[in-house]
C-alpha cells in the first residue's frame, strides 16, 4: 500500500521565478494538506483541500496557491519566489474526518537562490 | 495565539537508558488531540504516540509513553530503552478534536549514544 508520494524531491529555483509541487495521497484518502517547514522549524499550515476545493488556509500570502485533482493528488504552486520560501514543503493525506490518521509524505526541499 | 513549545533544542541518551522530552502548549479550546512526531533524516514525519485531550489516561505505545497534564498544558514524551533507531527530530503537535490543521513546536533534536 503506497504511502504519500511527492515530487520532485529536490529543486532550486531563482527568486522571482514559480514552481509547482506534487503530492499523491495515500490509498483511500482524499483529504490533502501542505505544510513549509523552514530550516530549524515545526511544520508550519499552508492549506488543506477536500473535494477539489481549498477547505481551510493557514497565514500564508495569495502567492501560494493549489489545486486538487478528482484522483484526490494535489499540487502546490508559489509565485514570485524569495529567498524566505527555501524550506521543506510536506504532504499530508487523510481521511476528511481523521480522530488522528494523518499520513505525511518526505517532503519536496525547495531552495531559492 | 496558539502556541506548542519545546524547550529542549537538543536531548542526548545512552543506548537501553530512558529519556524525557518536554512540550508545552497554550490553547483555550478544550477538545484537542496531541501528538508526538518523529522526522528521522528520511523527513517523513511518523506519528509516535497520540492522546486525546478527555482522556485522563496517559497514552503508552510500547516503549514510550506520555505524561500530560491538562490543567498545567504540558505533554511530555518518555521513551523507554533507547535505541539507536531511536534518534531523530520529535515534534509535539496539537489538532483540534474538529479542526483540519496540526500546530507544531520547533522539535527536539534527539542523539542516542551507543
Known amino acids: 500500500d503506497a504511502g504519500v508520494t511527492q515530487s520532485p524531491t529536490h529543486l532550486i529555483k531563482t527568486r522571482g521565478q514559480q514552481v509547482t509541487l506534487r503530492c499523491s495521497p495515500k490509498s483511500g484518502h482524499d483529504t490533502v494538506s501542505w505544510y513549509q517547514q523552514a530550516l530549524g522549524q515545526g511544520p508550519q499550515f499552508i492549506f488543506q483541500?477536500?473535494?477539489?476545493?481549498?477547505?481551510q488556509r493557514g497565514n500564508f500570502p495569495d502567492r501560494f496557491s493549489g489545486h486538487q485533482f478528482p484522483n484526490y493528488s494535489s499540487e502546490l504552486n508559489v509565485n514570485a519566489l524569495l529567498l524566505g520560501d527555501s524550506a521543506l514543503y510536506l504532504c499530508?493525506?487523510?481521511?476528511?474526518?481523521?480522530?488522528?490518521?494523518?499520513?505525511f509524505g518526505s517532503g519536496t526541499r525547495l531552495t531559492v537562490v | 495565539a496558539q502556541t506548542v513549545t519545546q524547550s529542549q533544542p537538543e536531548m542526548s541518551v545512552q543506548e537501553a537508558e530512558t529519556v524525557t522530552l518536554s512540550c508545552t502548549y497554550d490553547t483555550s479550546e478544550s477538545d484537542y488531540y496531541l501528538f508526538w512526531y518523529k522526522q528521522p533524516p528520511s523527513r517523513q514525519m511518523i506519528l509516535v504516540i497520540r492522546q486525546e485531550a478527555y482522556k485522563q489516561q496517559n497514552a503508552t505505545e510500547n516503549r514510550f509513553s506520555v505524561n500530560f497534564q491538562k490543567a498545567a498544558k504540558s505533554f511530555s514524551l518518555k521513551i523507554s530503552d533507547s535505541q539507536l533507531g531511536d534518534a531523530a527530530m520529535y515534534f509535539c503537535?496539537?489538532?483540534?478534536?474538529?479542526?483540519?490543521?496540526?500546530?507544531f513546536g520547533t522539535g527536539t533534536s534527539l542523539t542516542v549514544i551507543p
Open positions: 483541500y477536500y473535494e477539489e476545493e481549498e477547505r
Open positions: 499530508a493525506s487523510s481521511f476528511p474526518r481523521p480522530s488522528y490518521g494523518y499520513t
Open positions: 503537535a496539537y489538532r483540534y478534536q474538529t479542526g483540519n490543521q496540526f500546530y
